[in-house]
């Protein structure tokens, strides 16, 4: 039944280190201008810098009195000093008049401070008099409740590199700077397909020795969590021609493919063949040193990458949380990944877990807090089962070389 | 300057577990179906049992042969059991024929075991002689490397709770049980309100005196971010006729209006005025012990919830994580929350911090990985910049009544 592929002996398994420093070759996609509010969680395309500087003008941090600092100085609520009230500032414009020595000028919090003026007293230290003298009761210092022009952002300061993807306060801070629409990479395009002539649509009622087609769900929910745009290009049969016309066809609009092969050796040489076929196309990777997972192909396309994932739904889930992410954040144009601390937890191991040999190990586990201590416990089960996979909150690695973990060992839980 | 507002006097400062405590009085948005591709993301309005059982077959989950498991019984690589190959089964289709005893058919991962069989040997632990002899070096327990019907689901069992937020791989086990359409509860409409005489919108070049709307698009992005629908209602100078006016209107389409009020007193003060003033409205919180964040205002406008937020954008971000998204959780009908270690990350804080005396402190921190330890270094700065909150990767809170953390104790952060 297996068909003859020559270059398979060629392949040795890849470490993930390995398949990732791939990654480089491929081109992030293009660049597209949006408002700024269609921005948020989008990859900045160019380095930005800051057009004006924030605050444009001193503003008052407190509800208080502007003052000349020095007229406040040795004040205390025993020996209060006095100012005379001379006027107030209104919100949103400039204050018509100069806060002369002895003076002092109600102000708001967000008011523009007047001339003359170098502090704000807040008004919890104030108390004013019938004659419209002011009492204050504690000393500020120059500058002292006062945000300065240019203490937010310089003119001209970098604020963000390319690659930077953008967070509600980054936004903010563009508003703030007038930044109305930013250049930022398009999301990739992303041809989901499934292969396999045990495989039906949702839709359909599967004949006795037929499944439905869960891959190409999980899959396309994971590309559209990780910014992608997916589209679900359909069920191939293992047939050589289809596999093939399907490809060229999606290589047409897509930044990358995902093809969750047959399950079969048969089947997956197949689809292997097919790639091969494509103009351009080079076979990069064709199994990858990770359990589950193994049978991964990455593939470049005249440019564009293919990944072939397994067709086991939990193995396909484990690639695309740990290629298929990266990859996904390379053809964005990520390059300021999010930390490495981001999206993980420390856990202990609440049983001895055997690893793989050669293979790096990745377990699902159930999280579990128990008197304080947060415990991960391997949900074990085959990867053909959805199951397990459903009732995991994320994965813990047993690395390559390593036998296995122990119980109560601290260990780090990637999140899904 | 100040209005009086009779009611203040009545109202203290409510912690942050009292004020999440009020959520309850909000009723859930509706519901809505969804073809299972949108439903990434979304949260469940009612429980799902599954419809059937998966595998609806006995299926193969590796590459061999299908044996009767007692004819390999005692094979040892040295001292191998000799079975007959006398058949192949079809990808997807039932197999036509029966394993008899000493008989084997060839079968690939995902096919249907053959009536007869009950276990596969992998091909790894065969040897297929010229004469179509199967040589068997190693025994497979009855059952071993195959899936059960019913193994991955019962037919009846429910899948998934009602407030249950689908992830990637609970949308592949629908699909692998039939559920094309899905009931979730429809994504929360906000309106997003910026009020202030000072504040111009982000097209405009602010006179002096005057800034951009900045906090407008921060909560907006902020609301999206937690699979909110914002709407951007504009600026609302400080006028108590114009701000009941656009809050009435808000009130017509959105399950939530979020206002960032004006940051000085008098214009908080005409803010509260005009919300208690709206048809059956009532003020339940005014001032929460937090900072940042005191000025909160949360009001019940004839069953909708007003959040009133502080001016300040980094206040208003903070309130936003700690107040804002709890709420929106809870319109989304999300009962199923995030496990409280998700989003937070360990880490030893980098220099002594006080507390605010009477109030949770929430302190910006950017994170740090040196020799291996994860630290936590403040970024300290008055919450009218935006700048400390773009350079921040989360929050550590000090708890009330507590005066201080120290330099090196491990703190959790709450990630942004």
Same mark, same amino acid.
């Given at each position: 039944?297996?068909?003859?592929?020559?270059?398979?002996? &060629?392949?040795?398994?890849?470490?993930?280190?390995?398949?990732?420093?791939?990654?480089?070759?491929?081109?992030?996609?293009?660049?597209?201008?949006?408002?700024?509010?269609?921005?948020?969680?989008?990859?900045?395309?160019?380095?930005?810098?800051?057009?004006?500087?924030?605050?444009? &003008?001193?503003?008052?941090?407190?509800?208080?009195?502007?003052?000349?600092?020095?007229?406040?100085?040795?004040?205390?609520?025993?020996?209060?000093?006095?100012?005379?009230?001379?006027?107030?500032?209104?919100?949103?414009?400039?204050?018509?008049?100069?806060?002369?020595?002895?003076?002092?000028?109600?102000?708001?919090?967000?008011?523009?401070?007047?001339?003359?003026?170098?502090?704000?007293?807040?008004?919890?230290?104030?108390?004013?008099?019938?004659?419209?003298?002011?009492?204050?009761?504690?000393?500020?210092?120059?500058?002292?409740?006062?945000?300065?022009?240019?203490?937010?952002?310089?003119?001209?300061?970098?604020?963000?590199?390319?690659?930077?993807?953008?967070? =509600?306060?980054?936004?903010?801070?563009?508003?703030?700077?007038?930044?109305?629409?930013?250049? *930022?990479?398009?999301?990739?395009?992303?041809?989901?397909?499934?292969?396999?002539?045990?495989?039906?649509?949702?839709?359909?009622?599967?004949?006795? %020795?037929?499944?439905?087609?869960?891959?190409? &769900?999980?899959?396309?929910?994971?590309?559209?969590?990780?910014?992608?745009?997916?589209?679900?290009?359909?069920?191939?049969?293992?047939?050589?021609?289809?596999?093939?016309?399907?490809?060229?066809?999606?290589?047409?609009?897509?930044?990358?493919?995902?093809?969750?092969?047959?399950?079969?050796? %048969?089947?997956?040489?197949?689809?292997?063949?097919?790639?091969?076929?494509?103009?351009?196309?080079?076979?990069?990777?064709?199994?990858?040193?990770?359990?589950?997972?193994?049978?991964?192909?990455?593939?470049?396309?005249? %440019?564009? =990458?293919?990944?072939?994932?397994?067709?086991?739904?939990?193995?396909?889930?484990? *690639?695309?949380? *740990?290629?298929?992410? =990266?990859?996904?954040?390379?053809?964005?144009?990520?390059?300021?990944?999010?930390?490495?601390?981001?999206?993980?937890?420390?856990?202990?191991?609440?049983?001895?877990?055997?690893?793989?040999?050669?293979?790096?190990?990745?377990?699902?586990?159930?999280?579990?807090?128990?008197?304080?201590?947060?415990?991960?416990? =391997?949900?074990?089960?085959?990867?053909?089962?959805?199951?397990?996979? *459903?009732?995991?909150?994320?994965?813990?690695?047993?690395?390559?070389?390593?036998?296995?973990? &122990?119980?109560?060992?601290?260990?780090?839980?990637?999140?899904?």
């Amino acid at each position: 039944m297996p068909l003859i592929v020559p270059s398979l002996e &060629f392949f040795r398994l890849k470490t993930r280190a390995e398949v990732l420093s791939l990654y480089s070759r491929f081109a992030p996609v293009g660049v597209e201008e949006l408002e700024l509010l269609e921005a948020g969680a989008r990859v900045l395309a160019r380095d930005l810098a800051a057009p004006e500087e924030v605050p444009g &003008f001193h503003r008052a941090s407190m509800d208080g009195f502007a003052v000349r600092a020095a007229d406040s100085f040795g004040a205390t609520p025993g020996l209060p000093q006095y100012l005379e009230i001379r006027g107030e500032v209104p919100m949103g414009q400039a204050p018509a008049g100069e806060v002369g020595p002895g003076e002092a000028w109600r102000i708001a919090t967000g008011g523009m401070l007047p001339r003359g003026a170098d502090a704000v007293v807040m008004v919890e230290f104030t108390n004013e008099m019938p004659d419209g003298t002011l009492e204050v009761r504690r000393p500020v210092a120059p500058g002292e409740n006062v945000l300065h022009p240019g203490e937010d952002v310089k003119a001209g300061e970098v604020l963000f590199p390319a690659g930077k993807r953008l967070r =509600p306060q980054d936004l903010g801070l563009l508003a703030a700077l007038g930044v109305s629409r930013v250049q *930022v990479l398009r999301r990739p395009r992303v041809a989901v397909l499934s292969s396999g002539d045990e495989i039906v649509p949702l839709t359909e009622k599967p004949a006795i %020795g037929r499944v439905r087609d869960a891959n190409a &769900f999980l899959v396309a929910a994971q590309v559209r969590e990780n910014g992608g745009l997916p589209r679900l290009m359909g069920i191939v049969p293992d047939d050589y021609a289809a596999l093939k016309a399907v490809l060229a066809e999606s290589l047409k609009e897509a930044d990358l493919i995902l093809i969750s092969g047959g399950s079969s050796v %048969g089947a997956r040489d197949l689809t292997l063949k097919a790639m091969q076929d494509l103009p351009q196309a080079e076979i990069l990777v064709h199994g990858v040193a990770i359990r589950p997972g193994k049978p991964t192909i990455l593939a470049d396309i005249d %440019g564009k =990458p293919l990944l072939g994932l397994p067709g086991h739904p939990a193995s396909a889930a484990v *690639v695309m949380q *740990v290629l298929g992410r =990266p990859l996904l954040e390379r053809l964005a144009g990520e390059t300021e990944h999010a930390a490495p601390w981001g999206g993980t937890v420390q856990a202990h191991l609440s049983r001895n877990l055997a690893g793989a040999t050669g293979r790096e190990d990745f377990v699902r586990v159930r999280l579990r807090l128990d008197h304080g201590m947060l415990w991960a416990d =391997p949900v074990l089960g085959p990867s053909g089962l959805l199951s397990p996979l *459903v009732k995991s909150e994320g994965l813990v690695i047993i690395p390559l070389g390593v036998e296995g973990l &122990f119980r109560e060992e601290p260990v780090t839980v990637q999140l899904f």
